[in-house]
């Protein structure tokens, strides 16, 4: 993550993810997490929604039946709710203890989040040494403000998915008469009616480099670093933070010169000729060596 990519980055979670958030009015047994990154180029969120055996099985014992007769299962309701908004199915599993789904999207903008929640936008500030710089970034959660807004949704009204849980999809025939194609959550499954929405645990997932820090746990995703920043789908206001470190290049380099020059140094010291301890020949001005002779032409002492 690079320091003007992180100040301009919109990090985006479409409106059905933070949604789902409401789609199960349960206290427990519940949990959404949003995973945000790339593939091939384009920009995905991918939700995955968890609900444990015992809450499904309680929502089916319950469910309404839709135009055809059919009783509403957990698959089928999430199937058309996600359908008419253009998300494609990745993975579904269902047991005994847990039933799974995963669907994804492209983002191409964020304006639908701009409507029911909050918009991921870093803002980057550093500290710096003469060898390292240290970024935080830092915004705000994506989930705020979610549940004010499932809460304040208007009756009759299911452009958006929020609206959509909690009115049902409502179109009107040439009569003006009103047609309920998809019932409420809360009307497919009456199970759900008056259960405290409070303890539905809200996952955001971002993928980065494996050294960071960050105000969430880091995860390990096959072989990639996932930071999962968690919440509850209720009225608090949460920030999201990383924290990562670079090093400032010219204390760098200033050390490399440094000891380059050092070592230079060193090298010149260790080379450089020893000066020699003089010799007889060079304490005299004369050689004695060319008067070698000299006291052997000396006459002899009688």
Excluded at 225 to 247: G, H, L, M, N, P
Excluded at 265 to 294: G, M, S
Aim: glycine share 6%; aromatic share 12%.
């Amino acid at each position: 993550m690079h320091t003007d990519s992180a100040k301009k980055s919109k990090r985006i979670i479409l409106l059905l993810a933070v949604c789902l958030a409401a789609l199960l009015l349960t206290g427990c047994g519940a949990k959404l997490s949003v995973y945000d990154y790339t593939e091939d180029g384009v920009r995905y969120n991918l939700y995955e929604l968890s609900i444990d055996g015992d809450t499904v099985a309680n929502m089916e014992r319950t469910a309404t039946t839709d135009a055809d007769g059919n009783k509403y299962t957990v698959e089928s309701y999430f199937a058309r709710l996600f359908g008419d908004f253009g998300y494609s199915l990745v993975s579904a599993s269902r047991t005994e203890d847990k039933y799974t789904v995963r669907y994804r999207k492209p983002i191409n903008n964020g304006n639908d989040l701009k409507e029911n929640g909050t918009e991921v936008s870093f803002t980057t500030t550093h500290t710096e040494n003469p060898f390292v710089r240290t970024y935080t970034a830092v915004a705000e959660n994506p989930f705020n403000g979610v549940r004010n807004n499932y809460d304040n949704v208007q009756p009759m009204r299911s452009t958006t998915v929020l609206e959509r849980i909690k009115n049902g999809a409502i179109a009107h025939d040439e009569n003006g008469e009103e047609i309920v194609s998809l019932p409420a959550i809360d009307i497919a499954f009456p199970y759900l009616k008056g259960l405290d929405p409070d303890g539905l645990l809200l996952n955001y997932v971002r993928y980065g480099a494996e050294r960071m820090e960050s105000s969430g746990s880091k995860v390990k995703d096959g072989d990639k670093t996932a930071y999962v920043f968690s919440r509850y789908f209720d009225t608090t206001e949460c920030q999201i933070q990383y924290k990562y470190k670079r090093a400032v290049p010219y204390g760098w380099y200033l050390t490399a010169i440094a000891a380059g020059a050092l070592v230079f140094a060193v090298i010149i010291i260790a080379t450089r000729p020893k000066k020699q301890k003089p010799t007889l020949l060079d304490r005299f001005p004369y050689n004695p060596e060319e008067y070698r002779d000299y006291n052997n032409n000396l006459p002899s002492k009688l």
